[in-house]
């Protein structure tokens, strides 16, 4: 197949081809599971002419794309089920919440399918960082203190003649008064303190108080507090703004794409056993609600099942895929929110993060709701070795973590959070951890860089079965990511239909 050039490469493979409308008519494909990459495959195969059928283990479309409103039940392997009890409209995205102005396929179907976005900000210049110490900067302070220091210091080593050999004269010339702009530097090229990093005292009418900036923080100060760095986060371009999010929870584009699927998606389908024949796979699956086990079987099969529970399920795939299924590794991921009364609105912070480091990570507050009573505050998201650690505590404990560190940032608030709730994420069934790791033991970042043998080999179809979500591709921790699986999935699947149409021409005639 590949030597007919039937089988696209993974980069090829990520686009969407454009195909007839009676592309599939008289095929059929079963999807398994309803995360964003199975509902995009499902709607694209269906425009495509495809029958369609979309089984879901949940009672609920969406997976990892989850908001949790009043009353929901957060069910997780080995703990007490939490009910969530918040107030009317608050609603809490315990998976992703935010997404970047670049995810243009995601904001595309947001267009499509109707569902109504308003802007998530993502950083806020009034939230803070602060030293585990308890030691805290307004994000206005640390960034234009540390940037005043830093343009003071290169200043002088440059009047020093210290950078001679890397800047000619010419360069020199106009590197000094662009660097009295950056740190708002003084005539002698010293930073004294800046009116961007707030106020000491503030313009009034008349003439009774005109604005002066507060002192500089010293640069030591700034560099003692261990979350400095963390004041760079929003150049991140996963994180810049403009960023969005569905008005009413991320779970608004999932219902979306549920809307505009002719045939609904089978929910409350456990997706037992997989056969992958040579003309048909076959899927049975287990009806949660009354244990009744039914079978389906169609042309070709889109498994966007997570690989930790996928390498539960009974399958038939050969050795090498089933050995790379089970030994995709997953991450930790863990959040906990709170239904709070605004109290950091009233400290001039209207959504934004604060940093804090330890096991809970940041504090993010709302952007819905602005100016209302009271508001969802995400007081814990972490990932990693901190989060494996984080999720071993009891339930209670997180929580009472949380709020400890919201009592530290936020003095005498830490009381007025009420009914938290904790989501770890390698407890959630049917999701069993947030993303893989596919470089898991070996330092270094994956987003954007992912090539090892078992996500090469799983980005392949394997027979009639082809693999898809966000793990398979170079953003697993992004929806983003999931709908470009699933275009990937819906090339692959029409190369296969164009593969059979040479190997088995007396079917395709039928
Ligand atoms: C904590 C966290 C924060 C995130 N933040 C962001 C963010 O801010 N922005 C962003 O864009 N993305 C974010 N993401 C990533 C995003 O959620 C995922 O990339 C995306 O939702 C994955 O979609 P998927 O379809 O690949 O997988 P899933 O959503 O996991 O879909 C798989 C589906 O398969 C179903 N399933 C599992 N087992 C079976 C079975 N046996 N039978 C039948 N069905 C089964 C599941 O129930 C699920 O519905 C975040 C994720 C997490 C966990």
């Known amino acids: ?273 997989v056969r992958n024949g040579d003309r048909k796979v076959e899927v049975a699956f287990k009806d949660t609600r009354t244990g009744a086990m039914r079978s389906l079987s169609a042309d070709y099969m889109v498994c966007t099942i997570p690989f930790p529970v996928l390498a539960k399920v009974d399958c038939d795939f050969a050795p090498p895929v089933a050995q790379a299924i089970k030994n995709v590794v997953y991450d930790h991921s863990n959040k906990v929110a709170f239904d709070a009364p605004r109290f950091w609105e009233k400290d001039q912070i209207f959504g934004g993060i604060s940093f804090v480091g330890g096991d809970t990570s940041l504090v993010w507050y709302p952007s819905a709701g602005l100016f209302s009573p009271r508001g969802m505050l995400l007081a814990c998201y972490s990932s990693g070795e901190r989060a494996a650690r984080f999720a071993q505590l009891p339930i209670a404990e997180q929580v009472e973590r949380a709020r400890a560190v919201v009592e530290k940032l936020h003095p005498g608030h830490g009381g007025e959070c009420a009914n938290g709730v904790a989501v770890n994420w390698n407890k959630i069934p049917y999701s069993l951890g947030p993303w893989p790791n596919w470089y898991a033991g070996m330092a270094g970042r994956q987003e954007g860089t992912i090539d090892t043998d078992p996500y090469r080999l799983l980005n392949q179809p394997a027979g009639r079965v082809i693999f898809a979500g966000a793990a398979l591709s170079q953003t697993p921790g992004w929806q983003e990511g999931a709908i470009q699986s699933a275009h990937g999935a819906v090339a692959d699947l029409a190369n296969l239909q164009r593969a059979d149409a040479v190997t088995q021409p007396t079917r395709i005639a039928a």
């Open 1 to 273: 197949m590949q030597a007919l050039g039937l089988f696209g490469n993974i980069a090829a493979a990520q686009s969407l081809p454009s195909l007839p409308r009676n592309f599939g008519s008289g095929k059929s494909v079963v999807v398994l599971g309803a995360g964003i990459a199975g509902l995009t495959a499902a709607y694209e195969l269906q425009q495509a002419g495809y029958t369609v059928h979309v089984l879901e283990a949940r009672n609920r479309v969406g997976g990892r794309s989850w908001t949790v409103r009043d009353g929901d039940r957060i069910v997780m392997n080995g703990e007490a089920d939490q009910v969530a009890r918040f107030s009317e409209g608050a609603y809490f995205n315990a998976g992703p919440a935010r997404i970047p102005s670049f995810h243009e396929r995601l904001l595309g179907y947001c267009g499509k399918l109707g569902v109504p976005l308003e802007v998530e900000i993502n950083s806020s210049r009034g939230a803070y960082i602060m030293g585990g110490d308890g030691r805290k900067q307004r994000m206005r302070v640390a960034i234009n203190d540390t940037r005043g220091h830093i343009a003071e210091l290169l200043t002088k080593a440059v009047n020093q003649g210290a950078l001679d050999q890397s800047l000619t004269p010419e360069d020199k010339a106009a590197l000094l008064p662009f660097l009295k702009t950056y740190g708002d530097l003084d005539d002698k090229g010293g930073f004294k303190g800046t009116l961007r990093s707030g106020f000491k005292t503030y313009p009034d009418a008349g003439v009774r108080s005109f604005a002066a900036p507060p002192e500089a923080v010293p640069l030591r100060d700034l560099l003692a507090n261990e979350q400095l760095p963390a004041t760079l986060f929003e150049d991140n371009v996963y994180m810049q703004a403009t960023m969005f999010q569905p008005v009413g929870g991320m779970d608004r584009i999932a219902a979306g794409f549920q809307r505009a699927l002719k045939r609904p998606v089978i929910l409350n389908a456990d997706v037992q056993r």
